[in-house]
């Protein structure tokens, strides 16, 4: 029996050796001198990861060229967004001893970090971009502001669980959805028996507990050995210094996805440039948002009065409410919460008539209102007795 086991394996090897795969390894134990065609030999289907949106970044660019024109916007884009492209399986799977099948979140968060979905899922947040600011927590070259974290990493949920390496490439229906693991919606939830909150938003609107917003993305180019000394402790974007005017992390304004559904959104980017070999003081060359979702998922983030009574998280805010005035700063903006010369790349704003239509204080909408109180009521902690 042990000879014939022997020679069981001895033909593995052999049979292994023939495709390549691990007669390369031996050679090579370094993975990353491995070259891709070696690995998608074998995973074909993970071929398509590397001219996907992960590597080719075709969203970045397009951002690029609207924002500073294709010339400069290729060279912005060159010198800004080239830092995170997937060139090669060993970018996510690791190297040498380290080489994973599933790759960690970690690995996953050298990508997606900063003002980018996946920091939040693990409660990390940027940081104001002054040096007096960097401090606490470091994580993936840059200090975080601790948040609270998505609930499902605290039960050890990892971005594999949901992500599939289809959705790495654009395949759809390959991200697992809210409804493929909470199959059952329980209706004695207030917000639950609502059928307009079912049918008409995204189950993420009403669950993300916070997201990082940024208002307000400065980028100057600095010229002379003074400026470049002023703007030295600022973050780089390629030859650019980047600061922001105005930084939250709480729950984020909400439009409508380009699956026509209530969806948070936020600024990708409000972007002013300050260039003086252009003549360029704060020029506006960019006012997007996006729909995204939060990894920021939690029980009861909201109450109803959290939308309905707050036209700002709709960019309708009114004048008479309005805090930050961008405009007497000297920006071309009247409001970072008004519609005006701002759009949806990915979906549209909230229609207004659709917002006044869900604020009328119908009977119904009393008496649901009534019963989300009761219920928080429920919950309560009793008053210490001390």
């Not at 691990?22 to 030999?41: F, K, N, W």
């Not at 003549?279 to 939308?307: D, I, K, Q, Y």
């Not at 009114?318 to 903006?333: F, S, T, Y």
């Not at 549209?348 to 009393?366: I, L, Q, S």
Request: glycine share 8%; with cysteine.
């Amino acid at each position: 029996m042990r000879w014939t086991t022997l020679f069981i394996v001895a033909c593995s090897l052999l049979a292994a050796d023939a495709t390549g795969h691990a007669a390369t390894a031996r050679a090579t134990p370094d993975h990353r001198a491995l070259r891709d065609t070696s690995c998608v030999r074998c995973h074909a289907a993970q071929r398509a990861v590397l001219t996907g949106a992960m590597a080719v970044r075709e969203g970045e660019r397009a951002f690029a060229h609207r924002a500073f024109g294709r010339r400069d916007g290729d060279a912005f884009f060159a010198g800004s967004c080239g830092g995170c492209h997937v060139k090669a399986c060993s970018d996510c799977h690791g190297t040498g001893k380290l080489f994973a099948a599933r790759p960690d979140d970690e690995a996953c968060m050298k990508c997606h970090r900063g003002y980018y979905v996946g920091w939040d899922y693990h409660g990390r947040a940027e940081r104001e971009d002054h040096e007096r600011y960097q401090r606490g927590a470091a994580a993936n070259g840059g200090r975080v502001l601790q948040m609270t974290p998505d609930v499902h990493q605290q039960r050890g949920m990892k971005c594999v669980s949901c992500h599939t390496v289809h959705s790495l490439h654009g395949g759809r229906g390959k991200v697992k959805g809210c409804a493929e693991c909470h199959t059952r919606i329980s209706k004695s939830i207030p917000e639950h028996a609502i059928t307009a909150h079912l049918d008409k938003m995204e189950c993420w609107t009403c669950h993300s507990a916070w997201a990082s917003q940024e208002y307000g993305t400065f980028l100057v180019r600095a010229r002379s050995a003074e400026q470049q000394m002023a703007f030295s402790a600022l973050p780089s974007w390629g030859d650019w210094k980047k600061s922001a005017y105005l930084r939250r992390q709480d729950a984020p304004p909400i439009g409508l996805n380009a699956r026509g559904k209530a969806s948070p959104i936020r600024p990708m980017y409000l972007l002013f440039a300050t260039d003086g070999r252009k003549g360029w003081e704060n020029r506006p060359l960019a006012a997007e948002w996006r729909a995204f979702v939060p990894h920021t998922t939690r029980r009861g983030t909201t109450t109803c009065s959290g939308c309905h009574d707050s036209p700002r998280r709709f960019l309708l805010e009114n004048d008479a409410d309005r805090i930050h005035r961008p405009d007497e700063d000297g920006l071309p903006m009247r409001s970072f919460w008004s519609r005006e010369g701002q759009s949806v790349a990915n979906g549209a704003f909230f229609p207004a008539d659709r917002h006044e239509a869900m604020n009328r204080k119908t009977p119904a909408y009393v008496r649901e209102h009534l019963k989300q109180w009761q219920e928080i009521l429920r919950h309560v902690e009793p008053s210490s007795s001390r």
